[in-house]
C-alpha cells in the first residue's frame, strides 16, 4: 500500500531555514489532500500545513503562517515543507500524511489515513 517517507529534519538555529520532504510510494497514490503535522516534546500532535493534491488550495496554522510554505510535485507523489524563520517552538517531530477523502471542513479536518515516521526538527535558540 502507501507509504510515505519524510526527509530535511535537523538541527538549526533560530531564524534558519529548513526544507522537509514527504516521498509516497505507490502506483495508485491519488490523494485528497496533504498534509504536515509536528507534534513538539511533551505536547500532542498538532496541524501544520496541508494542500490539495488535484486543486488549488492550501490551509496553515496560524502559528506557521508567512514563514512556512508547502507544495507538491503531483509527478513525483512528493510534498515538500519549505520552513523559513524558524524558531524554538517550531521544535518538534514532523509528520508527513495523506488523506483519500474530501470533506466539507478545512484541510485540517481531512481525514489523514496514511502517515510517515516523522523527521525531527531542532531550532536552537
Known amino acids: 500500500q502507501v507509504q510515505l517517507v519524510e526527509s530535511g529534519g535537523g538541527l538549526v538555529q533560530a531564524g534558519g531555514s529548513l526544507r522537509l520532504s514527504c516521498a509516497a510510494s505507490?502506483?495508485?497514490?491519488?490523494?485528497?489532500?496533504m498534509g504536515w503535522f509536528r507534534q513538539p516534546p511533551g505536547k500532542e500532535r498538532e496541524f501544520v500545513a496541508a494542500?490539495?493534491?488535484?486543486?488549488?488550495?492550501?490551509d496553515y496554522a496560524d502559528s506557521v503562517k508567512g514563514r512556512f510554505t508547502i507544495s507538491r510535485d503531483n509527478a513525483k507523489n512528493t510534498v515538500a515543507l519549505q520552513m523559513n524563520s524558524l524558531k524554538p517552538e517550531d521544535t518538534a517531530v514532523y509528520y508527513c500524511?495523506?488523506?483519500?477523502?474530501?470533506?466539507?471542513?478545512?484541510?485540517?479536518?481531512?481525514?489523514?489515513?496514511?502517515w510517515g515516521q516523522g523527521t525531527q526538527v531542532t531550532v536552537s535558540s
Open positions: 505507490g502506483r495508485t497514490f491519488s490523494p485528497s489532500a
Open positions: 500524511a495523506a488523506s483519500q477523502t474530501t470533506s466539507w471542513g478545512t484541510l485540517k479536518s481531512y481525514n489523514y489515513v496514511y
Open positions: 494542500i490539495r493534491w488535484n486543486t488549488i488550495g492550501t
